[in-house]
């Protein structure tokens, strides 16, 4: 099983940002794939993930609005688009995996299988 978030990078606030969340080794519709970040100094965090079996999406309430989760079907990709960032959305942006079948989750404790992570810095 891998995974493997990229597409980070530096935006100004306001701005827009896509990452993708690469994944091999497992089927999507029998797993949930969540998005985390980690700040500087924080501790990692979830706050969205996708439910491979009926493509339903769920968000926090601090990204509510402003992200959104998508997927290729044809390529296995989850795809996390940033928009109206803030400057308290930096961070190392993780997408991991969780062995479910129906539901997803962004608990840092229910994750299976972690993948390498992107940097995001919101900056003007």
């Known amino acids: 099983v891998q995974l493997q978030a990229y597409g980070g990078g530096l935006v100004q606030p306001g701005g827009s940002l896509r990452l993708s969340c690469t994944t091999s080794g497992f089927t999507l519709e029998r797993s949930g794939t969540g998005w985390f970040r980690q700040a500087p100094g924080k501790e990692r965090e979830g706050f969205s993930c996708f439910s491979g079996s009926d493509n339903a999406t769920y968000y926090a309430d601090s990204v509510k609005g402003r992200f959104t989760v998508s997927r290729d079907n044809t390529k296995d990709i989850v795809y996390l688009q940033m928009d109206n960032v803030k400057p308290e959305d930096t961070g190392i942006y993780y997408c991991?995996?969780?062995?479910?079948?129906?539901?997803?989750?962004?608990?840092?404790?229910?994750?299976?299988?972690w993948g390498k992570g992107t940097q995001v810095t919101v900056s003007s």
């Open positions: 991991a995996m969780a062995v479910v079948i129906g539901g997803c989750t962004w608990s840092v404790g229910g994750v299976d299988y």
